[in-house]
């Protein structure tokens, strides 16, 4: 009871954008479930939502509340039917927002009766806002990170009960006071692995519980704050050429002072040191990956290894120094692909190139991405397709023995992260085979007309006497 | 010559086609063997630039393709002698990065975006193919094209060659011995001719030889030193005046238009030569003029008077000049040339490179093989022969030969002339033991020509029959009746037997080449390669790893420090701001950074601060064996510090009482109290788990007692294998305490605490 109470009291002292929400009220959540993934190197935050329509007309639409300061890092946001297992779209309403909260509707793929309930997924990652506590540290130091977000999930409904999952990958996890609330003693189950709280009862719309979770996390926050992805594609050599450019640094516990080459090689044969430094890149490629390469601005990095097979393809690289904190670190990775495992023909010299956004290492957060798709000389009737707003962009590249150039689409992404993996992009276009001849022929003429021309300048007497 | 008068005229044209397709792909071949036997670094490592030098070529190269001609030579680099700066534009020799920028550019015209960088890393390959080539051309006009084809071949794999064009081996020398080349070649031919047009062409590549290499001088004064000899020897002849005469105006006017030479051919002592033999030549040729307008006997006298006085008004007037400073004196880098230790004691910057120094015998040998003995037989051959071209190769095989025994890095000018020579020694055997025609019958003959038995031997039976432009046959029966007085007495045996074993030379020279290339100078020093007990390559990264470090993680206006060997590498991969580089330049300035790095602590850090250094790096192969490390140079830092100011560092103080340079438990207070002892020895015992380390270049022991601490720099970085070490300058203390104090601080050791103590005890 005196729980109860407490709660009362602190949805009165914070909840103060609690007021009236914008959106009606044609929902309840009956259950919402709250859980936290802080074991990698950015925030994943699903939410699983049993909601009833109380409205008296049947439901196309639900609305998910994102907290317009965290908005910004809002890397993706994904919607699932839970019963059918079927994902749902998710849009942003761009013109409804209430003080501090933004809104994402999902349109449902069948309208919920009245009085029926619904049962959705949402799953959300958020780039840039895990920070390390202290900001610096020594070398052999533990990487501490904080988290700071609401107990209650903010929604635009009432929600009958409320409760909240965290995930760590270390076991410490101590809640940092906020004014003069006292902590809440969090139950702690999965070998100290997962917290739960809750759970909170009768929460009115769009109230929230600040608090602040400091974790430790051993590993290292890896985050590219650029990233530039080529793909070739080259009918004549039957392949899909990627290169990638990354520049790379650690957002985590930056380094205090110096790097002791000495203490680094102590520590690696111990497991908790130096954790929090960037060792290794672990580049998934999907299968039937070839002739992969390393390089950065100084040369050739020989600190890599490549293997593949018909199941998957994976490139392990390590950087020329460990990355420490607030370090950085920019490379350059290339590989092929048969042009048949991206590339369709659908008929009527037209083809269609389905490929994913990425397919960098695990476990990292993107700043800015620019990919950018070279097709063949004289592709025509470019048509694509992307998802993710990107901002798309057609230019001309020249390249190799070119005489036209090769149409460019530029795709400019931004705050992606590793699970954009599994999103793709269609470029559609159409290669003749007029095209596809257009540089032997040019090549062939160049050297033709040389010829010829040293012919006609042998014939040529020049010299001012003439010889016997 | 009874072999081709045989033949239908069809047939000859036949053999004379058969010929020419087998003397093209015969320099196809030699011209690929000598780009592919250079490409051991590229496949064994990666396209990557070498040592030191080249990567300054290879950054002035991206800054010329990315900012354009005119701002190339105005760049003023801002980035290196910090707060100094360099006058880049106007302090290097342009024809490198021009040519790679044109490469470049044209094959960027058709479409070819190849990387500047595998540009630059080719470059010496595919111009030593060019050599090999020019080198035919010059010892065809000597003797004959079977000589021009193994001189090509000699010349595709003399190491001597080699050591200095590699793949990545981006330096000056790379195009300049090719240009060495052409030039001497349109020199024999405009000498030969007579023609203005040679003449012409002769000053042209001399002008791309001065904007390529500093060491254009050797053909500034070469050529007039052949004229010279020429006109001791009374071979004066208007071919001579037209050659020498087109050459030096125009070769001067256009060498003048390079900045960094300017002024030079008409005020350094390096060109007076040149002007001296084209103003004797000018006298001759007038006296020439007036000995066919005057009696003989007035002619002997007039010509004595004259060339008394205007010899001693000349020589008078170029000892007035340079006194009055009109013309510059011999450089300090001439002056080594004659006396070995004038460097030693006077410039010891110079004397510190490696490549300064005198060189060892057995080098003649490594770097030449069998040539280097049939060197002096094709000298002796041409001195028989003696015609106006063969007083040229002997003046140069005595100039070149006194020149690489001064210093190691000129034996690259030999290497030619060796090749040449031994290219004609070495037909001029074969014009006599390959000539079965002479002793065979005429089918014998035919039917080794039809089979297409050896390749030397068959270009070699014909050339003597089809006489090639230049050379008269006459000639070429001369270099053969040198050695076969009495050839039809010869018996087969003997032909047999000098062939065969001639052959096996052969097979060995190359043999020897590949593996000098394969095993001296193919590393590209940036990278170190060992193996593992298992046998597998280890590559042993640390440079690039450490300079990666920097480039990555410090201010980009960063200032770094280090000895100056390693300027020009952090410019190129760190891209930071240096204090001293490659360029050597300023004496006093790197006099500065060897004094910050020979002195103790309290007298190095105003130095630091006064120069903003932020870092400082130093390289130290202790742990890992690597000898080319700083300790090892140290001494070199001391004298060169000590030339500056002698009353402050002293070379005798790193020096034990017994003689002796040690780092161990015996070394000086000096050396211990330097910065170079302690940014190498810093925690160095501490990976010994506190016993004595152990230094494995030096094979001393640093006794774990004795380690050193340091108080204004802090460790920044070490390379994995720690022979990069890099360390910050610290700031001041906020406080205003020095650093010993602060240090004591921070470690508990106050002096409050220390009363204390006595406190208690009393």
Redesign the interface.
Known sequence: MRLVNLLQVSVALFSVASAESIIPKTFENVQLTQSIDLTGSYLKRSLDITARNIADEPQQVYIVAVDSKAFPNLSILEGQDKSTGRSVLARRIEDAHDDGVEYYQLSLREPVQPGEELNLLVAEAYSGLLSPLPEVGGQDDEQYLVYSGSKYALSPYDTLVSSLKIKIYGTYAEELTIGDDEPEQATVEGSGHILSFGEYKELAPLSSKPFKLRYSNPRPLVRADKLERDIWVSHWGASVSIEETYWLTNIGTRLKDSFSRLDYNKGQSQYNLNVASIRQLRFPLGPNARDAYYTDLVGNVSTSHFRSNGQESILEIAPRYPVFGGWHYNFTVGWSHDLSDFVKDVGNENYLLKIPIIQGPQDISYGEVDVRVILPEGASDIQVVSLFGASTDISNTYSFLDTKGRPTVEFKYNNLIDGHRSGEFFVQYTYTTGDSLRKPLAIALTFASFFTLFLVFDKIDVSIFRKK | MALVTGFQKSDRQLIDNALLLLKVSTLILVAGAAISSRLFSVIR????IHEFDPWFNYRATKYLTENGFYKFLNWFDDRTWYPLGRVTGGTLYPGLMVTSNVIHTVLRW????IDIRNICVMLAPAFSGLTAYVTYLFTTEMKNETAGLLAAIFMGIAPGYISRSVAGSYDNEAIAITLLMVTFYFWIKALKLGSALWGGLTALSYFYMVAAWGGYVFITNMIPLHVFVLLLMGRYHSRIYVAYSSWYAIGTLASMQIPFVGFLPIRSSDHMSALGVFGLLQLVAFSDWIRSQVPSKQFKNLIIVAVLSILAISFAGLIGLTSAGVIAPWTGRFYSLWDTNYAKIHIPIIASVSEHQPTAWPSFFFDNFMLIWLFPVGVYLCLRELADEHVFIIVYGVLASYFAGVMVRLMLTLTPIVCVAAGIAVSSLLDVYAEFAIVESDEAVESTVNKGGDVLEEIDVTSSGTSTPGVSSEEGSIFKTLLSSNNTIKPLLAKAVVLISFTSYLFLFVKHCTWVTSNAYSSPSV?LASNLPDGSQF?I?DF??????L???TPEDAKIMSWWDYGYQIGG?ADRTTLVDNNTWNNTHIATVGKAMSSSEEVAYPILRQHDVDYILVIFGGVIGFSGDDINKFLWMVRIAEGIWPEEVKERDFFTASNQYRVDHEATPTMRESMMYKMSYY?FT??FGGRDGHDRVRGQNIPASMAPELTTI???????N?IVRIY?VKDLDNVGRDFPKAIKFDKGQTSKKKRSQTELRL
């Open positions: 490592f990666e396209s990557i058709f479409s070819l975006p990278v590559l990264d690039r790893e450490a300079y990666y470090w480039r990555m993680n991969m925690r501490d990976a802090e460790e920044a970085f070490t390379s994995e720690w910050k």
